[in-house]
């Protein structure tokens, strides 16, 4: 029908335009941020600007080069963020593994409400990524059998590192 034909191209425009448009430039800045800090440059605002203008458009060019070169470079960061997370883990257990799991109390008035939705975020990426797996639903041979068992097998993988975690 014509309703949802309107709602589609919408939707298209506005994830091209705005959603992804937005959430392509956090990124690029957060990685803009610490790539400066990790050179041992000051972040100033119109730098870290210029730096993820740079790396997005890079990024595009690569990817317009070749699917083939994109995939392996996102293959490659997710090996190298994936094995960063392993490797504090390990170390965390390895290096302390008689320290008691828990937090000192934090001292009163060192807690700034307004620093909440900036904690938030972080848990809005993670969902924001359960969210896109259906966005490949078209790429995946048997979508309706593998997508809800990637999903869950996920969240239980999550769940499962989480308890296994606590439970050390």
Same mark, same amino acid.
């Given at each position: 029908?014509e309703?949802?034909?309107?709602a589609?191209?919408?939707?298209?425009?506005?994830?091209? %335009?705005?959603?992804r &448009?937005?959430?392509? $430039?956090? +990124?690029?800045? *957060?990685?803009?941020?610490? =790539? #400066?800090r990790?050179?041992?440059?000051s972040?100033?605002?119109?730098?870290?600007?210029?730096?993820?203008?740079?790396?997005?458009?890079?990024?595009?060019?690569?990817?317009?080069?070749?699917?083939?070169?994109?995939a392996?470079?996102?293959? %490659?960061?997710?090996? &190298?963020k994936f094995? $960063?997370? +392993?490797?504090? *883990?390990?170390?965390?257990? =390895? #290096?302390?593994?008689?320290a008691?799991?828990?937090?000192?109390?934090?001292?009163?008035?060192?807690?700034?409400?307004?620093?909440?939705?900036?904690?938030?975020?972080?848990?809005?990426?993670?969902?924001?990524?359960?969210?896109?797996?259906?966005?490949?639903?078209?790429?995946?041979?048997?979508?309706?059998?593998t997508?809800?068992?990637?999903?869950?097998?996920?969240?239980?993988?999550i769940?499962?590192i989480?308890?296994?975690?606590?439970?050390?």
């Amino acid at each position: 029908d014509e309703g949802g034909r309107l709602a589609g191209f919408l939707f298209g425009w506005s994830e091209l %335009v705005l959603i992804r &448009a937005s959430a392509t $430039g956090a +990124v690029a800045t *957060v990685f803009s941020e610490y =790539l #400066l800090r990790s050179l041992g440059i000051s972040p100033a605002p119109g730098l870290v600007n210029v730096v993820a203008a740079v790396a997005i458009v890079c990024t595009a060019l690569l990817n317009i080069r070749g699917v083939q070169i994109g995939a392996a470079i996102a293959g %490659v960061s997710s090996v &190298a963020k994936f094995g $960063g997370l +392993v490797l504090l *883990v390990l170390l965390s257990l =390895l #290096l302390s593994p008689e320290a008691p799991h828990t937090t000192a109390a934090a001292t009163p008035g060192s807690i700034d409400p307004s620093l909440f939705g900036l904690a938030l975020i972080s848990a809005l990426w993670a969902y924001d990524g359960f969210a896109d797996v259906s966005f490949s639903a078209g790429e995946v041979s048997n979508p309706s059998r593998t997508l809800p068992r990637a999903i869950v097998g996920g969240t239980l993988a999550i769940v499962a590192i989480y308890l296994a975690a606590n439970a050390a």
